[in-house]
């Protein structure tokens, strides 16, 4: 059926997720729109964590059904600010796997936050945040569908937390810094 009638018109006709007609064959994953297709799917499902605790770090992942993005609500604490001032630092990014059918995921910082008891550090919005998009070049074919959820969790997650950690996160600070 999925050979006559497509992948997400099979889909529809048997009232069945994509991710479980692809558990149910073993059928491979052959192209980006079908990997952004599950990864969204098992997010919308929760079959894929969403919380994770990397370090210091808290990250929040949510997917927006209706604009096909993933975003992360990265929290953490620091006294990179000052020294006497514990400070909550809380980041919007969007990192949306296989985006738009494509093998990359592009990471873009929609907010930011630096706060502490003591003063109100810096907030970036979106129009603010100066720098380029980042992208992540990503494998795009996977023998079968827990090799992409193995993906997720072994590739994604921890890619996106590291450019965020060691490229992002200081760019943030520095335009905060810049502008005190």
Avoid at 92 to 114: H, K, M, Q, S, V
Avoid at 137 to 164: A, Q
Wanted: with cysteine; net charge negative; proline share 3%.
């Amino acid at each position: 059926m999925i050979d006559e009638q497509g992948l997400y018109d099979a889909s529809n006709i048997l009232g069945l997720p994509i991710s479980k007609i692809f558990r149910m064959t073993g059928r491979p994953i052959k192209d980006n729109d079908e990997c952004y297709s599950i990864i969204g799917e098992l997010l919308r499902n929760k079959e894929l964590d969403k919380v994770f605790h990397i370090d210091d770090y808290k990250i929040i992942i949510d997917d927006d059904y209706y604009e096909g993005t993933v975003m992360w609500e990265i929290q953490n604490k620091t006294h990179y600010y000052d020294e006497d001032d514990l400070v909550s630092e809380i980041t919007g990014l969007y990192a949306t796997p296989f985006w738009d059918g494509t093998a990359i995921i592009p990471i873009e910082a929609t907010f930011y936050y630096a706060g502490g008891e003591q003063e109100i550090y810096g907030e970036l919005i979106r129009d603010e945040i100066d720098f380029e998009q980042i992208y992540i070049d990503i494998e795009d074919k996977f023998d079968n569908i827990d090799k992409l959820i193995e993906w997720y969790y072994k590739f994604y997650i921890p890619k996106v937390f590291n450019m965020y950690r060691n490229k992002i996160l200081p760019e943030l600070r520095e335009q905060i810094s810049k502008s005190q």
